[in-house]
């Protein structure tokens, strides 16, 4: 039986930092027309918004992974397009507003929240809100399904321990 978990704010970001960054995934998700899963990060990031943004195509890693670390590159790729929108002038300007400086953390709430929106995730039949079926679906690690299933107080499976970053 799973148990019930609310998400320690070790877990995440302060409350005012997770609400700017969801409503910079918003801005994102509606300026890319993405609606359901899995969110392009790759094209994300090849093809920054209104070109608020520099991205070098060259330096962005393309390392496919396998077995537990599968879709570990697609969370790396959503770190780095924080990074890349929170170094822009323009995109901040756009209101595309990255909270910056921003601990490792916040970085990690926010490519979560890209790959695994708030309500995709509430969205999904209690059957389908397991790790296993969120990694499969979003292409994202069993791990940071597990760790968003917590942050949205939602029920993990039994003798699931999420540890803070």
């Not at 990074?83 to 490519?111: L, M």
């Not at 979560?112 to 809100?129: G, N, Q, T, V, Y």
Request: aromatic content about 8%; charged content about 25%; proline content about 10%.
């Amino acid at each position: 039986m799973p148990s019930q978990s609310n998400a320690d704010s070790t877990l995440s970001a302060p409350p005012e930092t997770r609400a700017r960054i969801h409503r910079l995934v918003q801005r994102l998700l509606d300026r890319y027309g993405v609606t359901t899963p899995p969110v392009p990060i790759d094209e994300m990031l090849r093809r920054p918004v209104l070109n608020l943004w520099d991205t070098n195509p060259e330096k962005v890693s393309t390392i496919i992974g396998h077995g537990l670390y599968r879709y570990a590159p697609r969370l790396a790729a959503a770190r780095l397009l924080y990074r890349y929108i929170s170094d822009s002038a323009g995109a901040r300007a756009a209101g595309f507003d990255a909270p910056w400086p921003a601990a490792r953390r916040e970085v990690k709430y926010f490519a979560r929240c890209l790959l695994m929106p708030d309500d995709w995730i509430r969205a999904l039949s209690e059957a389908d809100r397991t790790p296993d079926a969120i990694s499969g679906k979003f292409q994202v690690t069993p791990f940071d399904a597990l760790i968003r299933l917590a942050e949205l107080g939602l029920p993990v499976p039994d003798g699931s321990n999420v540890e803070p970053d």
